[in-house]
């Protein structure tokens, strides 16, 4: 293998693995920093701790890669949350809660899918005008106050099987389930031909309006989920609940690689964004850095993902007209 070649396969290895890279980096140097890192409970507890956010990062995904996204999943959670703990608390069903939060979740994006298809609005906007709304009914409904002594729906976040805490089944269930919508339906392929150039997807014959109603709905079953394990999770109703969890999804999606110009994004590079912000998080509560510093060094990590971001998608805009002009 020559030289060139070389390079070339370093390049490519470099595109497609290097937020493992990152993540393994992180890990290593986590470990010599603190060797309670490791310890099984530790992970475990990091795992758990991501879980709600990470399912929230998963719908997130899809809906950046088809160039949209929603700034209202963590005031939906914080709604679907509450109409289940009650449903619950009303009925004693649990299958019944777990549907009252899931057919929350799922209206709450049809009328972002609408808003945005039907009426045109900007998804920034619409899902923005969404958040404001959800978070007001969930106050409504429990007149500012929280929901306790929710008995066995605790057992959803709770709860463990085979000694995993079932937040991390969910997680990678989910994880399963969007990895395969992405890369292996029509649907997939059709949100990342939306994303890569809209009207190219609509003169190739796909129905933009129809896939993005159906990212939105997928969302918003992956919202409703993370609503009852949060609730579950901290034991209550709590209307104010999950406040920022919508930006701790985008920064994990756009960590993990996911490009917010649409058209580029993974599943499992998003799971690897959200568990860099974990370990992150996790190791510098470990070795005591100040609280306010933590804020100042999850921003800063932000600004430089967006920045790569940028940076990679002119890079590959620069290639792509290079290689066109010496054809």
């Not at 986590?30 to 530790?42: I, R, T």
């Not at 019944?96 to 808003?115: H, P, T």
Request: some cysteine; charged content about 10%; proline content about 2%.
């Amino acid at each position: 293998m020559n030289a060139v070649n070389k390079s070339k396969l370093w390049a490519n290895l470099k595109s497609k693995y290097s937020i493992y890279m990152v993540l393994l980096a992180l890990f290593l140097v986590s470990w010599l920093a603190n060797e309670n890192f490791v310890s099984v409970e530790n992970l475990l507890n990091i795992s758990t701790q991501i879980s709600v956010g990470t399912i929230l990062a998963f719908g997130q995904t899809i809906l950046i890669i088809s160039g949209m996204l929603d700034l209202s999943s963590a005031s939906v959670l914080a709604l679907a949350g509450v109409l289940s703990v009650s449903a619950y608390k009303m009925t004693g069903s649990l299958m019944i809660a777990f549907i009252v939060a899931i057919l929350v979740g799922v209206l709450c994006n049809v009328l972002n899918g609408l808003m945005v298809t039907k009426f045109k609005a900007p998804p920034f906007i619409a899902t923005l005008a969404m958040m404001t709304m959800a978070r007001g009914a969930a106050l409504m409904y429990t007149n500012g106050q929280n929901i306790y002594q929710i008995g066995d729906y605790v057992v959803f976040g709770q709860g463990r099987i085979l000694g995993i805490p079932a937040p991390i089944i969910f997680m990678i269930g989910l994880l399963v389930i969007t990895w395969y919508l992405l890369k292996h339906t029509v649907f997939g392929r059709s949100v990342y031909a939306i994303g890569g150039n809209e009207e190219a997807a609509n003169a190739s014959g796909i129905n933009v309006n129809k896939i993005k109603m159906r990212a939105f709905i997928i969302n918003g079953i992956f919202v409703g989920i993370a609503g009852i394990l949060f609730m579950s999770r901290i034991n209550g109703g709590m209307p104010n609940g999950a406040i920022g969890y919508e930006f701790k999804a985008l920064t994990a999606a756009v960590i993990g690689g996911t490009s917010f110009t649409g058209g580029i994004g993974t599943a499992s590079g998003t799971l690897a964004g959200a568990f860099i912000v974990g370990f992150l998080d996790n190791i510098m509560v470990l070795v005591g850095v100040n609280s306010y510093l933590q804020q100042i060094v999850r921003g800063a990590i932000i600004a430089l993902a967006v920045i790569y971001d940028i940076w990679a998608k002119t890079k590959r805009t620069k290639q792509k007209l290079g290689n066109a002009e010496s054809k």
